[in-house]
């Protein structure tokens, strides 16, 4: 019996620092997100949708870090990726399978990532990429207030962004954060949602004007909400035209988690 | 007592696995690639030695290529479907990964059972296609309908809608898959679709054919379009 007990101490001793180590790196940069109903650009029949309580990355996902977890997972290392996942241009920016190119910087998020690559990466995690609407959800605050849409000055900063070029060379962390702690959401680059290919729009206005469009079934319920939130429009038309083996100069990630830990499946 | 401590040990080894599913290996072959030593052309590979179109220099030598990346994968290329690794049920209740299908040429389109607009017109044009395919061919073509609606239509209702249109022969095949497992397989696809209400969707009308090793050879968007391309192309990757 003393035996056990002893055995059984000794394991405890042995591997809670890395259980607890292993726990806050994946801890220690999220924060809560309170859920609730909000009504998207694009919703669901136009109306509201309903966000549940999740944890977001603060940041986006680094060059650092993504550095790291290609060495621990070799199958998504610049020449070893498969064609079905990844476009040419993936990670064109680093110089071989571990190294960046000089011109970058290793705290600049990652971008030239496909959908399977960043999906891989929340994944092997334990986390998964955030839906649409709960990205939305968070990117509709502003410094101070849950939804700041209404507010001319937000949509005015937002836009100015677009107009600014480059920014994806930039550090993580330099905008200020918004309502929930989350930095980056605007201002640094594009992020990979897990369901982009649930926006249905092409980006060609001669296809989206029909309601009719033989391309989309039931694509007279796609209505957009508010056309006066030409930021977020902006957004939907990217992911609209995206595809998931894509990669960009200026498209990169970050991770979501739920609060209970069964739905993780459902995604 | 031995065993309780054992026990112990595996559970904490357990805990401590990633639960990333990391079975892909890479097989590395002895192919070489050739890149040209300044990149000029954003990390662009050659698998024959030359001269970079650009800057003009030799191309040199780079890492190993590596083709397959499943370890009982062969002969199956990295754009080839069959690396996906998701798990599905067809009409007649049995489980399948997609790689159980190699070996014939796929025709595949996305529906769901309760759709009351395009997805008839869409099972029409499958049915068209497969009127134009020479019956001596058709043993070595599978027709694919990949539900969209994976929270309703299991595999009982999935046989009641093959039977419902005629389509009960060995020749089709109806699949219901998992939420995430269907939505990689939708962006293999570049389809989109979006719920709408608990039993309406939205999604894009393409169908999709794949050679017998799995690799997209081409798609045809759209309702009631001329399938001609799409016939010509089944018959010119089916032996």
């Known amino acids: ?267 | 007592m031995k065993t309780f401590k054992y026990l112990f040990l595996m559970l904490f080894a357990l805990s401590l696995l990633q639960n990333c599913n990391s079975n892909k290996k890479a097989n590395s072959d002895n192919d070489l690639v050739y890149q040209c030593p300044m990149d000029c052309e954003n990390g662009k590979t050659y698998k024959e030695s030359g001269t970079c179109p650009i800057c003009k220099m030799d191309l040199q030598p780079l890492a190993q290529l590596s083709k397959s990346v499943l370890d009982d994968n062969e002969g199956i290329t990295d754009a080839s479907i069959f690396n996906l690794t998701s798990q599905w049920h067809t009409e007649e209740g049995e489980s399948i990964q997609l790689k159980d299908l190699k070996g014939k040429t796929l025709v595949v389109v996305m529906i769901y059972t309760s759709c009351k607009a395009a997805c008839p017109r869409l099972v029409a044009d499958m049915r068209h296609i497969e009127a134009d395919i020479p019956d001596g061919k058709l043993k070595d073509i599978q027709f694919v309908f990949v539900s969209i609606d994976p929270e309703n239509d299991f595999p009982e209702r999935l046989k009641a809608f093959a039977k419902e249109n005629f389509m009960d022969e060995e020749h089709w095949t109806f699949l219901q898959g998992t939420k995430s497992g269907l939505r990689e397989f939708a962006n293999v696809l570049s389809v989109k679709y979006k719920e709408i209400s608990p039993i309406d969707f939205s999604h894009s009308n393409i169908i999709s054919v794949f050679d017998a090793q799995g690799e997209l050879k081409f798609q045809q968007e759209g309702l009631g379009v001329d399938n001609t391309q799409t016939v010509a192309t089944i018959l010119d990757v089916t032996p």
């Open chain 1, 1 to 267: 019996m003393k035996k056990i007990a002893f055995c059984f101490l000794l394991s405890l001793l042995m591997f809670q620092p890395v259980v607890l180590h292993a726990q806050s790196q994946t801890e220690e940069a999220m924060v809560y997100i309170k859920g609730s109903r909000y009504l998207p650009l694009y919703g669901r029949d136009s109306t509201v949708v309903e966000v549940k309580d999740f944890k977001m990355d603060v940041y986006p996902v680094t060059n650092t870090q993504f550095e790291a977890f290609v060495k621990k997972y070799p199958e998504w290392q610049k020449s070893k990726a498969i064609k079905l996942f990844v476009d040419t241009s993936y990670l064109s920016n680093w110089k071989n399978d571990f190294e960046l190119k000089d011109s970058e910087q290793p705290n600049s998020p990652v971008t030239y990532v496909s959908w399977f690559a960043a999906k891989a990466y929340c994944e092997c995690q334990d986390k998964r990429l955030p839906t649409v609407d709960e990205w939305e959800y968070v990117a509709m605050a502003d410094e101070t207030t849950k939804d700041a849409r209404i507010k001319p000055s937000y949509n005015e900063k937002i836009l100015s962004w677009y107009e600014a070029p480059r920014s994806n060379e930039n550090s993580i962390g330099l905008n200020p954060k918004n309502y929930w702690g989350v930095y980056d959401l605007h201002g640094l680059v594009w992020e990979w949602t897990l369901d982009f290919n649930s926006v249905l729009i092409t980006g060609e206005s001669r296809k989206d004007v029909d309601k009719d469009s033989d391309l989309f079934c039931g694509s007279a319920a796609i209505n957009a909400t508010d056309l006066m939130n030409y930021a977020a429009f902006m957004r939907y038309a990217i992911r609209g035209s995206l595809k998931a083996k894509y990669s960009m100069k200026n498209l990169g990630f970050r991770c979501v988690k739920d609060i209970n830990e069964k739905t993780n499946e459902n995604f």
